[in-house]
C-alpha cells in the first residue's frame, strides 16, 4: 500500500545532525533504502520536515519504515494510505455504487 510519511525534525536534534555531518548521510541512505516514489523536504510549523510517499507492502513493515527516524532524530513520524489519481478512478466508481445502492 502507498503511505506517505510526515517525517518531523525538532531543531535541536537537526542541528546535532547537520553539524556533524549525519543528517546528509542518514538521508542519502534512506532515500536509497525505501526508494520513495516521491521525496519532499521543507518547513512546517518551524521544524524541518520530510514527506516520503513510499510502498509499504504489509502493515508489519511499518516500524521498518519508521523506526529509524525516531532513533536517528527523535523524530515524530506520521504514516497516512495515499493513492494516485489512477487508484482513485479505479475507487470512485465502487463508492458510487455503494451510495446508491
Avoid: C, Q, W
Avoid at 507492502?57 to 519508521?66: E, I, N, R
Amino acid at each position: 500500500m502507498r503511505m506517505m510519511l510526515r517525517v518531523s525534525i525538532p531543531a535541536e536534534e537537526g542541528n546535532k545532525a547537520i553539524k556533524n555531518g549525519s543528517m546528509a548521510k542518514f538521508i542519502e541512505h534512506t532515500l536509497s533504502d525505501l526508494g520513495p516514489e516521491a521525496a519532499y523536504f521543507t518547513a512546517d510549523g518551524g521544524r524541518r520536515t520530510a514527506y516520503l510517499v513510499v510502498e509499504v507492502k504489509d502493515s508489519s513493515d511499518m516500524p521498518y519504515v519508521a523506526e529509524r527516524f525516531f532513533f536517528a532524530f527523535n523524530a515524530s513520524v506520521e504514516m497516512i494510505s495515499v493513492m494516485n489519481a489512477e487508484e482513485l478512478r479505479k475507487g470512485l466508481p465502487r463508492a458510487m455504487a455503494a451510495m446508491a445502492g
